[in-house]
């Protein structure tokens, strides 16, 4: 299996930082990484697919870069709406497989 | 609008068969774009993919349950459903079904259930 890390585990931050998440595969991936935020009680929601690209919808403070085996996940300008835990996913193999999660908190 | 919704029982006994069904509306399971998955996350933790099913009936399994899972559909009710067998306590989690979305090479699960909590407990 594919392990993907994310660093940091939790992050405190204030409105208006910018914050960075950071994720590394196991092996090379190519771009096929997806991020996802999930709040309290809720299912995860995709916000940035192919490593890149921002879903439709999604506010363009959310950004994602990176190819191979590091990839970076940036929101430009924290929003008091925004807190929540972020996932890594790859899909470049089966079994598709997650980060460990990013708990955002202000 | 895809929408999915999960149903079965909350309580399992341990060595029992989970099993839970999840309800597709807005949108054909029959449809090739999309694979049917089932993604559960144990309390307080991360998130673990268990399988998929695709419209012909090709299901592919996590290693990690592969000998006890189950993954069918039903297109006449457009749902489909997971049993996992011979559950313990560390079945414990919050079970979503998911739909995939593949198309042009890239993947992404696009459409969630609101999740249901299945505790093992005797």
């Known amino acids: 299996d594919i392990q993907m890390t994310q660093s940091p585990s939790s992050l405190s931050a204030s409105v208006g930082d910018r914050v960075t998440i950071t994720c590394q595969a196991s092996?090379?991936?190519?771009?096929?990484l997806n991020w996802y935020q999930q709040k309290p009680g809720k299912a995860p929601k995709l916000l940035i697919y192919?490593?890149?690209n921002l879903k439709t919808g999604v506010p363009s403070r959310f950004s994602g870069s990176g190819s191979g085996t590091d990839f970076t996940f940036t929101i430009s300008s924290l929003q008091s709406e925004d807190i929540a835990t972020y996932y890594c996913?790859?899909?470049?193999?089966?079994?598709?497989?997650f980060g460990q999660g990013t708990k955002l908190g202000i | 609008q895809v929408q999915l919704q999960e149903s079965g029982p909350g309580l399992v006994k341990p060595s029992q068969t989970l099993s839970l069904t999840c309800t597709v509306s807005g949108g054909s399971i029959s449809s090739g774009n999309y694979y049917w998955s089932w993604i559960r996350q144990h309390p307080g933790k991360g998130l673990e993919w268990i399988g998929y099913i695709y419209y012909s009936g090709r299901a592919y399994y996590n290693p990690s349950v592969k000998s006890r899972v189950t993954i069918s559909f039903d297109t006449s009710k457009n749902q489909f459903s997971l049993k996992l067998s011979s559950v313990t306590a560390a079945d414990t989690a919050v079970y979503y079904c998911?739909?995939?979305?593949?198309?042009?090479?890239?993947?992404?699960?696009?459409?969630w259930g609101q999740g249901t909590l299945v505790t093992v407990s005797s």
């Open positions: 192919d490593a890149s």
């Open positions: 996913q790859q899909f470049a193999n089966l079994p598709y497989t």
């Open positions: 092996q090379d991936i190519s771009n096929y």
């Open positions: 998911a739909s995939m979305h593949c198309s042009g090479g890239t993947c992404y699960f696009d459409y």
